[in-house]
């Protein structure tokens, strides 16, 4: 019998009518459906063990299994934020940090990126003093660990500057993302995708600043981000099809990475579009990317589109030193189905 079910049933008639049903369905739904059968075993008392060896196992299958509970919790909630589903990432979040807490401890830093993912939930669906106090307990953590990875170091900074952009306070949320990209630099090199994420919300503070020259050069700096990466991965992809024809590759970047550059060159390219004045050598380069983007993601349909639109526009332009790439990408999209994940 599931431990949890277990639970609820045997509890007094008491405690059965303060449960909230749906705080149960979603909890359901979200993570513990997933780790139902992982759970026995944990919940079980350990045998009687005939050797110091054979307790050594056994503690160890435990522990194995304990992370294995932390990785599939950061997983599914880190899914849930990405679809846009908040409420669902929650429960999968405070299971990811139960068994972190359970396993590492809980003023160790190990436990940051529960507390991390559960702030991001928290500020999506709205739930701005929680996330607060998540960031704060994950900040604490941090601070009192001097040889945390920069790593961890600046995604605390990303959710800390998008916290304050949340609360209105746009000084100190340009604070946290220059951090973060002081940071995402140190760690990952200057021109490096993980740097991107924080010009991007870096730039729509100063679009809500009404700082749009400073906005332009910051949405510039994403897109030659990308635009290099993808180009790279491209050529990389192409290579493997020749032994691979069915593998789908995108080099270096997580499938949440690749939501944030779906996310933010869109919003870029609506930046651009609607621009009073028009700058069509920067628009069609996030058209290139997002073609490329897609492409990589298995979207032939949209893959196609943004590079048919991309290759009309750099036709108009004085210097035409990408259009052999877009072609070429063009022919890659037509000539082979690229498969999906």
């Not at 953590?141 to 959710?159: E, F, G, N």
């Not at 004045?277 to 943004?306: C, F, I």
Request: with cysteine.
């Amino acid at each position: 019998m599931c431990p949890r079910g277990a639970g609820v049933r045997s509890g007094t008639q008491g405690q059965a009518q303060g449960v909230d049903i749906d705080h149960q369905e979603a909890d359901w739904v979200s993570i513990h459906e997933r780790i139902c059968q992982l759970l026995i075993p944990i919940h079980t008392s350990l045998p009687f063990f005939s050797s110091e060896k054979e307790r050594k196992h056994g503690m160890e299958q435990l522990l194995n299994r304990q992370k294995y509970i932390i990785d599939v919790a950061q997983s599914t909630a880190q899914k849930f934020i990405l679809e846009g589903e908040p409420g669902k990432a929650i429960p999968a979040g405070l299971q990811a940090l139960r068994f972190s807490i359970r396993v590492y401890g809980a003023c160790s830093v190990d436990v940051v990126p529960a507390y991390l993912l559960l702030a991001e939930a928290c500020m999506d669906a709205g739930c701005l003093m929680q996330a607060t106090t998540y960031l704060s307990q994950a900040q604490w953590l941090i601070l009192k660990t001097p040889a945390c990875s920069l790593a961890v170091q600046l995604k605390l900074h990303r959710d800390l500057g998008l916290l304050y952009a949340a609360k209105g306070d746009l000084e100190q949320s340009l604070y946290h993302l220059a951090n973060d990209i002081y940071l995402a630099s140190c760690a990952f090199g200057p021109d490096a995708v993980q740097a991107a994420e924080g010009y991007f919300h870096m730039a729509k503070i100063f679009l809500r600043q009404n700082k749009t020259d400073v906005a332009n050069s910051l949405f510039a700096e994403v897109t030659a981000i990308w635009h290099a990466f993808l180009l790279k991965s491209v050529q990389t992809q192409e290579q493997i099809l020749k032994t691979q024809p069915t593998r789908l590759f995108l080099s270096g970047a997580a499938e949440a990475q690749q939501t944030e550059a779906i996310q933010a060159l869109n919003t870029i390219l609506d930046f651009r579009e609607k621009a009073p004045k028009q700058q069509p050598d920067g628009t069609a380069k996030v058209l290139h990317s997002l073609a490329m983007l897609y492409y990589l993601n298995g979207d032939l349909s949209k893959a196609r589109e943004m590079g048919a639109k991309a290759l009309d526009l750099m036709k108009q332009l004085p210097q035409q030193e990408s259009l052999e790439a877009v072609d070429h990408l063009l022919n890659l999209i037509n000539s082979k189905p690229c498969y999906g994940k």
